[in-house]
Nanobody, 115 residues
């Protein structure tokens, strides 16, 4: 059984930083890409950042230059460094793995950016 567990969310002031972690366990094989999505209240879930199987990084325009996605294959971990946070970044952030074994989601972690 595949399990993705996010951590690192919380309340932060505008301009602050957070680091999200995603721990993967279980039988995941044939990974196409791994990424982070977010869903704000009343809005659709949107892609934030993705790492392809070839190591190519892609970001939503709204987070380019502020967020950085990375992974540690040895530890089965994925990270999202969020800098210069803005109130509009407030959302539940989800870890995602798209693989031959299926599309896997974490339970989400809340980030609230507010003064």
């Amino acid at each position: 059984q595949v399990q993705l567990v996010e951590s690192g969310g919380g309340l932060v002031q505008p301009g602050g930083s957070l680091r999200l972690s995603c721990a993967a366990s279980g039988s995941i094989f044939g990974i196409y890409n791994m990424g982070w999505y977010r869903q704000a209240p009343g809005k659709q879930r949107e892609l934030v950042a993705v790492i392809t199987s070839g190591g190519i990084l892609n970001y939503a325009d709204s987070v380019k230059g502020r967020f950085t996605i990375s992974r540690d294959n040895a530890k089965n971990m994925m990270y999202l460094q969020l800098n210069s946070l803005k109130p509009k970044d407030t959302a539940v952030y989800y870890c995602n793995v798209n693989a031959a074994s299926g599309i896997h989601w974490g339970q989400g972690t809340q980030i609230t950016v507010s003064s």
